[in-house]
């Protein structure tokens, strides 16, 4: 099976913009989860939509969104871009119905904003 | 609310030594998952344990499960440089009617040749 795939894989932003970031899981896998990790920050948990709806979210204002498909691949959306925001934004997969089950990461997309 | 603490921060090793994180909570877990990231690269489930006092093994890696169920260890005998990386542990926590990922910040280890 293909594993997770995400675009970009890199992208540069300035203060003030808005990016889309695309996800798109494992053959079979409903649910999608969003983590942002940055140096020293660990994995930081953003949301997780299974079916198409957000089922669990973490911390985060209200700039960062999400959405998931009917063929459960996953947007996520930040708006109005600080600084703070650049990270390695991390999309995974996962099989479990209730959610928290082993997580099949993507690559990442590496987010710049200047 | 249910954290996992996971030690140590970063360990130092020479090629060959042995080396071991711990994974350690206050509550019960109903199991513990383990990924490892290397440099540049995306984390990558290695293994989850379920079981009170359950051990798995994978080569030279060495997963157990606290006999209570609150904590976790991996460890790697005769480290490799293809071990160097960030070993994270994960352990669900009920959200209403679903499951969080809870996560440790994660274990580097940088391995001298």
């Known amino acids: 099976k293909a594993g997770v795939t995400q675009t970009p894989r890199y992208l540069i932003k300035t203060r003030g913009q808005q990016v889309t970031l695309s996800c798109s899981p494992i053959s079979g896998h409903r649910s999608v989860s969003w983590y942002q990790q940055t140096p020293g920050q660990g994995l930081q948990f953003l949301f997780e939509?299974?079916?198409?709806?957000?089922?669990n979210k973490g911390n985060f204002p209200g700039r960062f969104s999400g959405r998931q498909f009917s063929n459960s691949r996953s947007e996520m959306n930040v708006s109005t871009l600080e600084l703070g925001d650049s990270a390695l934004y991390l999309c995974a997969s996962s099989l479990a119905g209730r959610g928290a089950g082993a997580q099949y990461f993507g690559p990442g997309t590496r987010l710049l904003v200047l | 609310g249910q954290q996992v603490m996971q030690i140590p921060q970063y360990q130092h090793v020479q090629e060959g030594e042995d080396f071991t994180t711990y994974c350690n909570s206050s509550t019960t877990l109903s199991n513990i998952q383990w990924y490892k990231q290397r440099p540049g690269g995306h984390p990558v489930f290695l293994i989850q344990?379920?079981?009170s006092g359950e051990v798995k093994k994978q080569k030279r890696l060495t997963f157990q499960f606290g006999e209570a169920k609150k904590n976790s260890s991996l460890h790697i005998t005769a480290t490799q440089t293809t071990d160097v990386g960030t070993y994270f542990c994960a352990s669900p926590r009920e959200a209403g009617n679903n499951r969080k990922l809870i996560w440790g910040l994660g274990t580097s280890l940088a391995v001298n040749p």
């Open positions: 344990l379920v079981k």
């Open positions: 939509y299974f079916s198409e709806t957000q089922r």
